[in-house]
């Protein structure tokens, strides 16, 4: 009878314990979790403005074509109009079965990036790519430039 009543009060015990938890952590918890949200969607409202008239407000994607002949390598570069610069580009070729990219990067000094001597070096103003046709007809590639100002 004894053991009886000790397990009764070990069950009684741990179920007030828990009930304890469960309530404290509500209490407690739950309103500051709502606090602390809210405070990061205030700040947030204060900044997000002030971010977005800071970056990016006005970029000029420019896309060119060319076509590379059977067999042949072509180069094309896409560039920025004067006063913008070059933030980042991309070559598409048609086909990327048979036709493969083999240079893609910035206009550094007025040239690819592999003609520039090591160093640091102002804006880009373009972007130059050069694919290879291995197809058996003329296949048409596009480079782009993202252009900001």
Not at 24 to 53: E, R
Not at 58 to 71: E, F, Q, W, Y
Not at 73 to 78: L, P, S
Request: hydrophobic fraction near 40%; charge should be neutral; include cysteine.
């Amino acid at each position: 009878m004894d053991e009886g009543r000790q397990s009764t009060r070990r069950w009684r015990w741990a179920t007030v314990l828990a009930l304890g938890v469960v309530l404290g952590v509500l209490v407690s918890a739950t309103p500051a979790g709502a606090h602390f949200q809210a405070s990061i969607d205030h700040i947030w409202s204060h900044i997000k403005p002030k971010a977005d008239a800071r970056y990016l407000q006005n970029t000029k994607t420019i896309v060119v074509s060319d076509i590379a002949l059977v067999g042949q390598h072509e180069t094309q570069t896409a560039m920025c109009p004067d006063g913008w610069q070059a933030l980042g580009g991309r070559v598409d070729p048609n086909n990327v079965l048979t036709m493969s990219v083999t240079s893609s990067g910035p206009i550094v000094a007025g040239d690819r990036t592999l003609l520039a001597a090591d160093g640091t070096y102002g804006k880009s103003t373009g972007w130059g790519a050069q694919s290879e046709n291995n197809d058996p007809a003329n296949a048409v590639f596009k480079v782009s430039v993202i252009c900001a100002k």
